[in-house]
């Protein structure tokens, strides 16, 4: 027992996966990521909303440096991000990312686009990138589309396949930006289906959505952002239920 609890204290942060801690982020003029402290623990599922255009996006893309940020720090499994480089490529790859828009690579097959990370950035074997590719595209339910192009799929198939290139990299983290708001309403679920299997699974997720049911039904914690900091955090049942500031409870009324 005593050697557990010394083991903790010994390593307080082994079980924080993402630390952000004061980040600032200025677009000239526009302050948009204020003062931003945020630490996801391993395992744990946070789901980002707020209004347009209070930072959300650029809160995830300063997680994986696809944006610099002006000061503070940010920790990766313990780890600051590398500059540039095959360090950052590496970097980026544990931090999965799938955007709004599917963005996959027009010109690969659905099998190319979940091989083609494996083998640049964490040079696997082809055959063993063609089998994990085949896995992973089964578990997001596409495995019969791994020939065709993304063109030939619907949205809510291209976002699928968009998580399965992602999971590819063994991503220790992986964060979605509106991932279902540019599918037809029909098609929402059977992402926010294959997003739920992951959470359940245990991944460290951080979700940008208006999906209030997958935040309720999903989330361990809520992060309310406005006008680029973080305004509010709480459980969603707390937050839903109860939320303590204006700006919150506006947002809710708005959206609910
Ligand atoms: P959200 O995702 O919450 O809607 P964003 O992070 O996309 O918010 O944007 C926050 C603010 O930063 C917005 O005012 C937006 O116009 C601005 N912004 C985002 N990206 C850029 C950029 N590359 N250059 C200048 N301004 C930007
Ligand atoms: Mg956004």
């Known amino acids: 027992m005593s050697n557990v609890s010394v083991t903790k204290d010994a390593a307080p942060t082994a079980e924080n996966l993402v630390v952000l801690d004061n980040v600032n982020k200025h677009f000239g003029a526009l302050h948009v990521l204020q003062d931003i402290d945020l630490t996801i623990a391993r395992g744990e599922v946070v789901v980002v909303i707020g209004p347009s255009g209070s930072g959300k996006s650029t809160l995830c893309r300063t997680i994986n440096r696809l944006e610099t940020i002006d000061s503070g720090t940010i920790l990766i499994d313990g780890k600051p991000l590398p500059a540039e480089g095959r360090e950052l490529a590496r970097l980026r790859a544990d931090v999965g ?133 973080i305004v509010e955090e709480a459980t969603p049942d707390q937050f839903f239920s109860n939320p303590r500031s204006d700006r919150a409870k506006d947002f809710l009324s708005k959206i609910l």
């Open 97 to 229: 990312m799938v955007f709004q828009s599917f963005n996959l690579f027009a010109h690969k097959t659905v099998l190319e686009n979940v091989m083609l990370g494996q083998l640049k950035v964490r040079r696997a074997e082809k055959k063993a990138a063609e089998e994990k590719a085949r896995s992973l595209l089964d578990r997001v339910g596409v495995a019969n589309q791994a020939d065709k192009y993304p063109a030939q799929l619907s949205g809510g198939q291209q976002q699928r396949v968009a998580i399965a290139r992602a999971l590819a990299m063994d991503p220790k983290v992986m964060l979605f930006d509106e991932p279902t708001s540019a599918l037809d309403p029909e098609m929402i679920n059977e992402v926010l289906e294959v997003m739920q299997q992951l959470a359940q699974g245990g991944m460290t997720m951080i979700v940008v959505t208006h999906e209030m049911g997958f935040a309720r039904s999903a989330a361990n914690r809520v992060v309310f952002m406005a006008d680029g900091r």
